[in-house]
């Protein structure tokens, strides 16, 4: 196994949501107000993901995931954009904890969470602020994909 770079993201990023998440049983809320804010539209509208959509629902889901296996709750996601960049953050209370590659183990003992971050993303790195761990993805649309919604005023949630 290998340690994830410890490295703050890139600059210039705006937060457009955040989410706080308690239990596993909240990561479908995750998921479904993430593809809204994507999509502008709810998951039962029949609002398509584009691919680079569909994988920071998948990231998003798979991070908040291991922040709440490993960690104290809660759970934080923030999502940013720069232009038609997105940045998702996830943040746990576990500041002591280094993200690792799992690679060294068996299929379904899991462990394979930032593997596939690192394979889908443009950018990962992690860094520490005070009692949280983050870790963060960048993602850029391919070309041709429509333009996200952008929420006007960085929405607050329940939490």
Do not use: C
């Amino acid at each position: 196994m290998h340690e994830l770079d410890e490295q703050v993201p890139p600059a210039g990023f705006v937060p457009q949501r955040r989410w706080v998440i308690d239990s596993l049983d909240e990561l479908a809320r995750l998921r479904g107000t993430l593809h809204e804010e994507l999509t502008g539209l709810p998951p039962a509208a029949g609002a398509r993901l584009t691919e680079s959509a569909e994988q920071m629902v998948l990231v998003a889901s798979e991070l908040a995931t291991n922040a709440l296996r490993h960690a104290l709750p809660p759970t934080r996601v923030v999502l940013s954009t720069r232009g038609t960049q997105h940045l998702l953050d996830v943040a746990d209370h576990d500041p002591t904890g280094v993200p690792e590659f799992g690679g060294d183990r068996a299929p379904g003992e899991g462990g394979f969470g930032l593997i596939l971050v690192a394979r889908v993303a443009e950018a990962v790195g992690w860094y520490r602020v005070g009692n949280s761990k983050h870790v963060w993805a960048v993602f850029t649309p391919e070309p041709g994909a429509p333009d996200t919604p952008a929420a006007e005023a960085l929405a607050p949630t329940a939490g």
